[in-house]
C-alpha cells in the first residue's frame, strides 16, 4: 500500500485542526511533522508542544521528522507528544544505533533520513534495525524546493538494499519537491510512503488535492 503524509509545515498553522481534518478527508493515512531547529536547517518550524496538541486530530499515523541535531536529546518529548514513527537524521548524531535503540524502546518506529549529498550505502550497518528510510529530495530546511531528479536513484538503492537484508516491510519514504506529477515515477522507484506539502496544502483545495494523489496511488 502506498501512503501520503500530508506535511503540515506547508498547512495554514493557524488552522491546523482544520487543515489535517481536511486531508484525511482526502484519504490521507499520516501526517507528516517537520521539527526544525534552526542549526540542522536554516529554519525554525516547531516542536514537541504543538505536535502534542494536534495528536488528537490525527486519526492514522503521525509520522515526525527530526531535522535537529543531536536528536537524542527530545526523544522523550515526542513520545509523550504521540509520535508513531520518529525519524533522525544520520548526520544529526554521533550515536546512531543508540538512538534508533532508544526510539524502539520508548514503543516508536524508527526511522533515518538521508540528506541529498549522502550516499546509501551508509545505511547498510544499520539496516536490519529500522523502519523507515527517508529520502530527502531536496536539502532540508525549506517548503516548496523542487525535486532533485538523483533522489530517484537513491530509491531505488534503498529499495535494493531492502530486498538484500529481506526487509519487505521497510517503509521506503521521500520528501521534498513531490507533485502530481512526478508521484507515479518515485512510486516506480520504490517509496511507499509520499511526504507532499504545498501540493496538498495549497489554501484552496486540500481535500480534493489528497483525492488526486491517492486515486493516483491506487492505480500504481
Known amino acids: ?42 529554519n525554525i518550524s516547531l516542536g514537541a508542544p504543538v505536535a502534542k496538541s494536534i495528536r488528537p486530530h490525527i486519526k492514522g499515523v503521525m509520522d515526525v521528522h527530526l531535522m535537529i541535531e543531536a536528536p537524542e536529546r527530545y526523544l522523550e518529548d515526542f513520545k509523550v507528544a504521540g509520535a508513531d514513527i520518529l525519524t533522525v537524521h544520520l548526520e544529526a548524531t554521533h550515536h ?21 549529498g549522502t550516499p546509501v550505502s551508509l545505511l547498510e550497518p544499520i539496516i536490519e534495525d529500522i ?36 526487509r519487505l516491510d521497510l517503509l521506503i519514504e521521500v520528501d521534498g519537491g513531490v507533485t502530481m506529477d512526478n508521484a507515479e515515477a518515485i512510486i516506480k522507484a520504490g517509496a511507499n ?28
Open 1 to 42: 500500500m502506498i501512503h501520503l503524509s500530508p506535511s503540515i509545515l506547508a498547512a495554514d498553522f493557524a488552522n491546523l485542526q482544520k487543515e489535517i481534518e481536511s486531508v484525511q478527508e482526502g484519504g490521507a493515512t499520516y501526517i507528516h511533522v517537520d521539527v526544525m531547529d534552526g542549526a540542522f536547517v536554516p
Open 131 to 166: 523502519d523507515l528510510v527517508l529520502i530527502m529530495s531536496v536539502n532540508p530546511g525549506f517548503g516548496g524546493q523542487k525535486f532533485i531528479p538523483y533522489s530517484l536513484e537513491k530509491l531505488m538503492q534503498v529499495k535494493a538494499l531492502a530486498q538484500k537484508h529481506n
Open 96 to 116: 546512531i544505533h543508540r538512538v534508533v535503540q532508544r526510539i524502539h524502546d520508548l514503543g516508536m518506529k524508527a526511522g533515518i533520513s538521508l540528506n541529498p
Open 193 to 220: 510512503v509520499l511526504v507532499a506539502g504545498s501540493s496538498v496544502f495549497d489554501g484552496k483545495a486540500a481535500t480534493a488535492n489528497a483525492k488526486a494523489f491517492v486515486k493516483l496511488f491506487e492505480s500504481c
